[in-house]
Structure formats: structure tokens, C-alpha cells
């Protein structure tokens, strides 16, 4: 069975771009979660969407956003790329609607701002 | 590899020795917590879980403690070996959050033969 699959794995972009990471969840899990991983800061909750609604958001800007699609495939965009965005971005799936329940991480998108 | 944390606070262990990771959760109506190991490279890989009710849980090598009263958990690895070698995280699922977790800092073993 295929896990988490996060694209691209890398990415450079320039202060003030935008960018879009996509994430395919583990087959039949209907739940997707993002986070951002920096050492400063380490593991922090961006966003969960289920059946094409987010459900919760974590505290970042509104210049990170996100969308589910019908097929449970997710992708995260971040606009006006600042240098404080270079991050580890980490896309979690799990199964059901309810917490309580493992949540299995892609290897994630490194995304350095130059 | 790519660091994770550059300033985490590291157990180092001899191979074949059991570690005890421990980590401290923030709130005291979260009912469920998982731990995860990441490599180098790599994202968080589930390890263990356990829920609210429970006080103790055993995987294969690995055993999940937590201790309500005081908000901690720890986890033990028997037998450590260097594949072992990795930054382990405690995560809490928070009441009302869904399927968010809040991670902990992060702790670093280093297993050395």
C-alpha cells in the first residue's frame, strides 16, 4: 500500500513569489493535515481538511492556504513568499473524521526561500 | 541530510541498552498521543499510540508510559539499536482539534556500538 505522497520534494523560490505543494493521502484516508517544520519553531500545525472542507487551522497568516479535492488529494499554496517560509512542509493523512487515530507523514516538500 | 533541530537535547545509549525518551504534554484534556520517529530526510514515521484510558501500552520493542497526573509520557525502546538513531517526537491530539496534533520539541538518540 502506497503512504503519503508529497511533490515536489524541493523547491526554490524568490521573496514575494507564491508557491503550491500537492500531497495524495494514503488510499481510503479521507483526512489530510499540514504542518510546518522549522528548527526554530519545530513541528506546527498549519491546517486539516476533510471531505473537501478545512476543519481547523492552525495560527498562520492568511497568505498559507489550502484546498482538498474530491479524491481526497490535497494542495497547500503560500503567497508572498517570505524568508521566514523556508521550511520542512509535512503533509499528515489519516483515516476517518474523528481524531483518536494514527496519522501517517509523507517525507514532505523543503522549500528554501532565496 | 537535512538537521531537524539543532539544538534538541540528545540521549545517546549503548547499542543494546534500553532508552527512555520522555516528554511532557501541555493539555490536560488531550486523550490521545502518538509517538514518531524521524530520520534524516525523511518525515515522521509512527511509532506507538495510545489513548486516554489506557496507562501503558507495548509495540514490538517499544512501550508507551503516560502518566495523566503529571501530563507525560515516555517512551521506552528495548534492545536499542543503531537503527534506532533518529529525533523522537510526542504528539497530543487536543480535545475538539479533530485530527490536529500538537508536537513536542523533539528529542535526539544516538546509539553507539
Known amino acids: 500500500k502506497a503512504g503519503v505522497t508529497q511533490t515536489p520534494r524541493y523547491l526554490i523560490k524568490t521573496r514575494g513569489q507564491q508557491v503550491t505543494l500537492s500531497c495524495s493521502p494514503i488510499s481510503g484516508h479521507r483526512s489530510v493535515s499540514w504542518y510546518q517544520q522549522t528548527p526554530g519553531q519545530g513541528l506546527q500545525f498549519l491546517f486539516e481538511?476533510?471531505?473537501?472542507?478545512?476543519?481547523n487551522k492552525g495560527n498562520f497568516p492568511g497568505r498559507f492556504s489550502g484546498r482538498q479535492f474530491s479524491n481526497s488529494r490535497s494542495e497547500m499554496n503560500v503567497s508572498t513568499l517570505e524568508l521566514g517560509d523556508s521550511a520542512l512542509y509535512l503533509c499528515a493523512s489519516s483515516r476517518g473524521p474523528v481524531g483518536n487515530q494514527p496519522q501517517h507523514f509523507g517525507d514532505g516538500t523543503r522549500l528554501s526561500i532565496l | 541530510g537535512e538537521s531537524v533541530g539543532l539544538h534538541l537535547p540528545t540521549l545517546s545509549v549503548q547499542e543494546g541498552d534500553n532508552s527512555i525518551i520522555n516528554c511532557a504534554y501541555s493539555?490536560?484534556?488531550?486523550?490521545?498521543f502518538i509517538w514518531y520517529k524521524q530520520e534524516s530526510g525523511k518525515g515522521p514515521q509512527f511509532i506507538i499510540d495510545?489513548?486516554?484510558?489506557?496507562d501503558k501500552r507495548q509495540g514490538q520493542r517499544v512501550t508507551v508510559l503516560l502518566n495523566k497526573t503529571v501530563k507525560h509520557l515516555s517512551l521506552q525502546i528495548a534492545a536499542t539499536q543503531p537503527g534506532d538513531s533518529a529525533v523522537y517526537f510526542c504528539?497530543?491530539?487536543?480535545?475538539?482539534?479533530?485530527?490536529?496534533?500538537?508536537f513536542g520539541a523533539g528529542t535526539r538518540l544516538a546509539v553507539h556500538p
Open positions: 495510545i489513548r486516554s484510558n489506557m
Open positions: 493539555n490536560s484534556a488531550s486523550d490521545y
Open positions: 504528539a497530543e491530539n487536543p480535545p475538539g482539534g479533530y485530527n490536529k496534533l500538537i
Open positions: 481538511y476533510f471531505s473537501e472542507t478545512q476543519r
